[in-house]
């Protein structure tokens, strides 16, 4: 399983950065986890959307759905291939169809096949085995781990520290998590429902992981600093993934 990242920025995007967006790619499958602010020509760079097999929305703020209506554009009017389905399927919080015809302005995306996530109901998809639980977040927000051929990858989306995202993370090779915060607002992250480095840190120590990958970045946070505070947490390999970085899991 490898991981591409489209956008690392948290919030709003850094000058010439992207907001959130990973391209998974693992048994011969493409899926897309969240398209946030500039995600989608990140996305473009490397493939085609008609080669994506689903996409995931971990949730409906901006930073990981903003590029979402832009994506519809691109495959309702792109040169479609003979070999695509007519429709992607896209996996998110039972509102994310409601939501995105609104933002359109139109009653139907035909584009896009909705299904609404369940933490009870893991999905399959050809080798590639995906599970959920809720986050701590001031909106319905959705972790994810995906399984496929013995490698797990699983991505924090936005939360505060979770028990129920410490479970999913549970012998994880990677963990995808956010550092949205700076050590000074560590405070403050259960109200913020984000975490810092350290709480990042602390999360991939409890949970057992192998690897921890710091993402989510607020625009003011500085990436190695954060990177630090895991490490002190942590005592695994830290690393704060890079834009356009590809990543082994
Ligand atoms: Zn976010
Ligand atoms: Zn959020």
Request: charged share 25%; glycine share 10%.
């Amino acid at each position: 399983m490898r991981v591409w990242v489209l956008g690392r920025c948290g919030g709003y995007p850094r000058p010439g950065e992207a907001c959130s967006g990973y391209l998974v790619e693992a048994a011969g499958r493409r899926v897309l986890l969240d398209l946030g602010h500039g995600a989608l020509s990140r996305l473009l760079l490397r493939v085609s959307p008609y080669d994506l097999d689903a996409v995931v929305v971990s949730h409906l703020h901006p930073d990981h759905v903003a590029d979402l209506p832009a994506l519809r554009v691109a495959l309702r009017w792109g040169r479609r291939p003979a070999s695509w389905a007519g429709r992607l399927a896209v996996l998110g919080p039972a509102q994310a169809a409601e939501y995105l015809a609104h933002v359109v302005g139109e009653p139907v995306l035909e584009e896009f096949d909705f299904y609404a996530i369940a933490e009870a109901e893991p999905v399959e998809l050809d080798g590639l085995r995906v599970r959920f639980r809720r986050t701590r977040h001031p909106v319905e927000t959705y972790a994810v781990r995906l399984e496929s051929q013995g490698a797990v990858l699983v991505y924090t989306a936005d939360t505060a520290p979770s028990d129920a995202v410490r479970e999913l993370s549970r012998g994880a090779d990677v963990l995808l998590a956010e550092a949205t915060l700076s050590e000074a607002y560590r405070d403050r992250a259960d109200a913020a429902g984000h975490l810092t480095g350290s709480l990042a840190g602390a999360l991939a120590q409890e949970a057992g992981v192998r690897r921890l990958l710091l993402t989510h970045f607020f625009p003011t946070t500085d990436p190695q600093e954060s990177v630090a505070a895991a490490q002190k947490a942590f005592g695994g390999p830290v690393g704060a993934v890079e834009e356009g970085g590809a990543y082994e899991v």
